[in-house]
T-cell receptor
Framework: AQKITQTQPGMFVQEKEAVTLDCTYDTSDPSYGLFWYKQPSSGEMIFLIYQGSYDQQNATEGRYSLNFQKARKSANLVISASQLGDSAMYFCAMRELIYNQGGKLIFGQGTELSVKP | EPEVTQTPSHQVTQMGQEVILRCVPISNHLYFYWYRQILGQKVEFLVS????????KSEIFDDQFSVERPDGSNFTLKIRSTKLEDSAMYFC?????????????FGQGTRLTVV
């Protein structure tokens, strides 16, 4: 079974508008962390934002926020005021604590976001 | 700002040849990883390394693969006899410590093309 699911292979958004990228996850580990990474066309992986399973508040980092709904096992990324430079592939990833001594990340399939001028 | 450095950025090799991908993690980091990304697909975990030994490896990381930290700064991934399906982007990553909160810092990747 997929541990991280991103159901939107591609998304379009108009410049300056907000966009939500979906991510659902599956784990039986009570302690886990959820991460979002951005991969521009140049290929590098850029960390954007993190949410811990015990965090009471949704994480925010500048124009990025994470809509964490624990009961629904979703961790959607919201990008406000989209910019042309936001066009990239976005990956949701999870790190489990107890079942993962090495601390590896498990990635979703990614969502390609295109921002239109 | 410290960063993870990978060399080379692009390597082309013939099927059956050995390749070594090199990484210099961030200097005070303790946990090291290799991931790969086949073109257009998701990022897949290969191996994690801590305290000079492998802490976990995936089913992809078979006997053809090995990792080393030969001199306390470099972290290498060796593929002994490359196959066409090894063509992918290989990412090295490092983390400073254990725990949920610390994000992994990724290198810019090495694009391996096996012909």
């Amino acid at each position: 079974a997929q541990k991280i699911t991103q159901t939107q292979p591609g998304m379009f958004v108009q410049e300056k508008e907000a966009v939500t990228l979906d991510c659902t996850y599956d784990t039986s580990d009570p302690s886990y962390g959820l991460f979002w990474y951005k991969q521009p066309s140049s290929g590098e992986m850029i960390f954007l934002i993190y949410q811990g399973s015990y965090d009471q508040q949704n994480a925010t980092e500048g124009r990025y926020s994470l809509n964490f709904q624990k009961a629904r096992k979703s961790a959607n990324l919201v990008i406000s005021a989209s910019q042309l430079g936001d066009s990239a592939m976005y990956f949701c990833a999870m790190r489990e604590l107890i079942y993962n001594q090495g601390g590896k990340l498990i990635f979703g399939q990614g969502t390609e976001l295109s921002v239109k001028p | 700002e410290p960063e993870v450095t990978q060399t080379p950025s692009h390597q082309v090799t013939q099927m059956g040849q050995e390749v070594i991908l090199r990484c210099v993690p961030i200097s005070n980091h303790l946990y090291f990883y290799w991931y790969r990304q086949i073109l257009g697909q998701k990022v897949e975990f290969l191996v994690s390394f801590y305290n000079n030994e492998i802490s976990e490896k995936s089913e992809i990381f078979d006997d053809q693969f090995s990792v080393e930290r030969p001199d306390g700064s470099n972290f290498t991934l060796k593929i002994r006899s490359t196959k066409l399906e090894d063509s992918a982007m290989y990412f090295c990553a490092s983390r400073p410590r254990q725990g949920l909160v610390t994000e992994a810092f990724f290198g810019q990747g090495t694009r391996l093309t096996v012909v």
